[in-house]
């Protein structure tokens, strides 16, 4: 500031602190804070200092002082100006600003002290526990942020930031319904925000509730046409809805505004395998590493889709990938080295333990006696409802499942989604056996033949949905309305869907289907009944590979895209001799394969 500036706003200053009061300290310093609050932290400056000048203790001036080095993020003077403001009357704003100040220095535990001092002293103000709640947010201390935000709320039923943050932490706890609670109040209080609708959005997504959340995102989207999360949350729900043309669409104009993000990159290229466009999906992941922004998901969706069309010894070690993966298998840390096969393990106790689905559980457990073979012992761990049945298995010295408590004592261990690489698997050395599995004891078998009474027609199992939150079970699933329409067919129908989909469980319950799931306790007991069976009709799950394993006639149903395991363009199944696959066209209708696998029964119920 020049001398002639200074005259300028002295007498800015002493014009303010005309009238009642004029010339006090306090008028000084109210002069002072409407300069600050309009943007002229100068003038603010001068005020304070002739305040300081009649009273070098006026705490408002001293606080004044402060939040002006703050807002010149000159944070170690407004500390200083802070703490002397509070040392003559420490006042819950004085506080409040104090938290600010270290909180913006990156000393958030100090800041959160602060804080806690200033909401002691006025508990009932609603921006001090807001405040609390940023900090908390900082420290990630979650949990306690979001008590901080809801006491907010409860002093303030309105606030609309706390009322948002209340619904994304909500949404990142899973607490879905409460967080949409919440992003709803937001969008009443302040419509058309946009980040308001992205969280709702997000949020409507986690639910499945696809349509919902395209909506919001399109509402977001015309408030903020350029902001490319946006549009790659279009193109996910999008793909969610089995519109995947469209959604490559949107994943393309998401690249446009933010070219190098990886998720939305990886969400290009998967989307083009989807679409069975291979050639363009390797290029376009070519694209992503010859950028070196490759990930660990990159890598993982490359060795998927290599595998999907048949280059195994490139895909399985890419699949290895999967530890480095934002949420990598819930696989456990051990002290012990990793076995991928290099090393001999003869006379070595080796742990090979589950890392993936209950049906790669089943499909690997092939490659369990082949370990054994090379002279090690085996302790084996599985899920608990596949305990029982791969007990069994041979070659198999102990088997214990899952979080049983623990471990016994080993030398090396494996996952058993790595058993493939180990032995260096290729479409031609699958081990391909009919059965691989123990045969369920004769006593138990027994039992489900008299439960099913006559075998005077063929018995054929049924299953038509997956797991509800595999991501994606739009594509995998079907419904029992769907599957009704091979009913007709001359044949005893036994259902071996678990947890039925409530429309599903209500149609079931108006069938002539067969249903003693509530006492499929295991996959112990589901491959003693599915022993009892001439034909098991699956989606693919992990049903599909029990059936497959045990060597019954197994049918399953398969999307456009299959999972990489079932290959392309073939009936056939390398893992499973027995298996006959059943594939959608590109239509993505089940209704045309059910109508295939409705013939085929009759010619297979006409044949005897």
């Known amino acids: 500031m020049n001398r002639r500036e200074r005259r300028a706003a002295a007498r800015k200053s002493q014009t303010a602190s005309n009238g009642a009061g004029a010339g006090t300290p306090a008028a000084f310093c109210e002069a002072g804070f409407r300069y600050l609050q309009s943007g002229q932290p100068l003038d603010a400056q001068l005020c304070c200092r002739q305040a300081l000048a009649a009273d070098p203790n006026h705490a408002d001036s001293l606080h004044l002082m402060g939040l002006i080095a703050l807002h010149a993020k000159q944070y170690d003077h407004a500390l200083e100006w802070i703490a002397r403001a509070i040392g003559h009357d420490p006042r819950p704003e004085y506080l409040a600003s104090l938290a600010t100040t270290l909180q913006q220095q990156g000393r958030r535990e100090e800041a959160l002290k602060a804080c806690d001092k200033a909401v002691q002293l006025k508990p009932d103000d609603a921006e001090l526990w807001k405040l609390m709640g940023n900090i908390l947010l900082e420290l990630g201390r979650y949990d306690q942020a979001l008590l901080s935000f809801q006491h907010v709320l409860k002093l303030d039923p309105r606030h609309q930031d706390a009322a948002y943050k209340c619904g994304v932490l909500l949404n990142e706890m899973g607490r879905l319904e409460e967080a949409i609670a919440h992003l709803d109040l937001c969008d009443e209080v302040l419509p058309n925000h946009a980040p308001t609708l992205q969280a709702r959005a997000r949020t409507l997504y986690n639910l499945k509730r696809f349509e919902a959340a395209l909506a919001d995102n399109r509402r977001a989207n015309k408030l903020d046409p350029g902001n490319a999360d946006t549009c790659n949350n279009i193109g996910a729900c999008l ?32 989307m083009l395998g989807q679409l069975q466009r291979f050639d363009e999906a390797f290029a376009f992941y070519d694209h992503i590493r010859a950028l070196h922004l490759n990930d660990a998901t990159t890598d993982w969706n490359l060795a998927l889709l290599r595998m999907l069309t048949g280059n195994f010894e490139a895909g399985w070690a890419g699949r290895e990938s999967r530890w480095a993966k ?9 002290s012990q080295p990793m076995w991928l096969g290099h090393e001999p393990i003869e006379g070595k106790t080796i742990l090979i333990h589950v890392d993936e689905g209950l049906g790669d559980t089943i499909q690997f457990a092939r490659y369990v006696p082949m370990v054994a073979a090379r002279g090690a012992r085996v ?105 009704s329409r091979i009913l007709d067919v001359d044949a005893t129908f036994v259902s071996l869907q678990k947890d039925p989909r409530p429309d599903d469980k209500a149609l079931l319950e108006q069938t ?36 497959g394993a045990l060597g019954c006639p197994t049918w399953i149903l398969l999307p456009w895209t299959p999972d990489y395991r079932w290959l392309l363009a073939r009936d056939d199944s390398p893992w499973y001799p027995t298996v006959r696959l059943f594939r959608q066209t590109e239509t993505r209708d089940y209704a045309g394969v059910l109508d295939s696998v409705r013939a085929e029964l009759l010619r297979l119920v006409a044949a005897g």
Not at 249 to 268: H, M, T, V, Y
Not at 520 to 530: I, N, P
Request: overall charge negative.
């Open 239 to 270: 793909q969610s809805l089995g519109r995947e043309e469209e959604a490559l669409s949107w994943f393309g104009q998401a690249l446009d505004r933010l070219p190098n993000a990886i998720e939305i990159l990886n969400n290009k290229a998967f």
């Open 326 to 334: 934002t949420s990598p298998p819930p696989y456990p840390k051990f």
């Open 379 to 483: 302790v084996l761990v599985v899920e608990r409802p596949l305990h029982s049945l791969l007990s069994g298995l041979p070659g198999v010295s102990q088997c214990l499942a899952f979080s049983d408590g623990p471990l016994p004592a080993f030398d090396m261990h494996c996952p058993m989604g790595s058993l493939p690489l180990v032995f260096g698997t290729r479409l031609d050395t699958i081990p391909s056996a009919t059965s691989y599995l123990p045969s369920p004891p004769e006593a138990r078998a027994k039992v489900w033949e008299e439960r099913l009474g006559p075998h005077d027609r063929p018995r054929v199992g049924l299953v038509w949905s997956g797991n509800a939150s595999h991501k994606n079970d739009l594509n995998r699933s079907t419904s029992l309305r769907l599957l």
């Open 512 to 547: 002539k289907i067969v249903d003693l799931t509530a006492d499929l306790t295991d996959f112990a007991e589901t491959a003693a009944l599915v022993g009892c069976l001439d034909l098991v009709i699956t989606v693919d799950t992990s049903v599909a590979h029990l059936a």
